[in-house]
């Protein structure tokens, strides 16, 4: 069964520490990978994907993410992290196998990400 | 930029009441999703539609229908609103992926509706 895990629940960062959020994944194929973040009551923000090539991709606001087939991982980091990253960050995997090419998305449960000054 | 709309921020609706959450996108996008958002369970995929008149069922399907009468705008319905439907109801579109291309799968988000039914 395809699926997709964040083992943290929440991530707890000193202001200008690196960051990392962990995200697994298990695909029968070739998976398309990304990552979304969510401010408080708000929607979901794309951040960054991988589909295919160079395994770092860079995102938005200075987050970059490493495909690791080998691991199944695709764990989000940032240099250097913001009291304004603080949010909720979901990675996500696409099924190739459900829904043919219309893109749907698992999702993991989400990680809170909390940045103290 | 693309804009994914969703009438309502807050509703409170009554257990048996019909519900209808709406969500509009002005980027022409074939697909349309419905999600819900629940703490501890991250998003759940309720149904989706990659054309007019069309849809099919996601995850979670029980509860709930759909419709699709025109590409821009996407309905959720609850025929009859129940108090393990108070979630955060989510709606997203994406532009359609063709087999043998680079999947533009990039799902946008429109903020959502926080649903509490009493």
Not at chain 2, 1 to 26: A, P
Request: aromatic fraction near 12%; proline fraction near 4%; hydrophobic fraction near 35%.
């Amino acid at each position: 069964a395809q699926s997709v895990a964040q083992p943290e629940d929440q991530v707890n960062v000193a202001e200008g520490n690196p960051l990392t959020v962990k995200c697994t994944y298990s695909v029968s194929g070739n998976p398309y990978l990304f990552w979304y973040v969510q401010y408080p009551n708000r929607g979901l923000q794309f951040l960054l994907k991988y589909i295919t090539g160079d395994n770092l991709v860079k995102g938005s606001y200075g987050f970059e993410a490493e495909f690791n087939k080998s691991q199944t991982s695709f764990h989000l980091k940032k240099p250097s992290a913001l009291v304004s990253d603080s949010a909720l960050y979901f990675c996500a995997v696409r099924d190739p196998n459900y829904g043919g090419s219309q893109g749907n998305l698992i999702f993991g449960k989400g990680t809170k990400l909390s940045v103290k000054p | 930029d693309v804009k994914v709309t969703q009438s309502s921020r807050y509703l409170v609706k009554r257990t048996g009441e019909k519900v209808f959450l709406e969500c509009v996108q002005d980027m022409d996008h074939e697909n349309m999703f419905w999600y819900r958002q629940d703490p501890g369970l991250g998003l759940r995929l309720i149904y989706f539609s990659y054309d007019v008149k069309m849809k099919e069922k996601g995850d979670i399907p029980e509860g709930y229908s759909v419709s699709r009468e025109k590409k821009e705008r996407f309905s959720l319905i609850l025929e009859s609103a129940s108090t393990n439907q108070t979630s955060m109801y989510l709606c997203a579109s994406s532009l359609y992926s063709g087999l043998g291309t680079l999947a533009k799968n990039i799902q946008y988000f429109g903020a959502g509706t926080r649903l509490s039914v009493l």
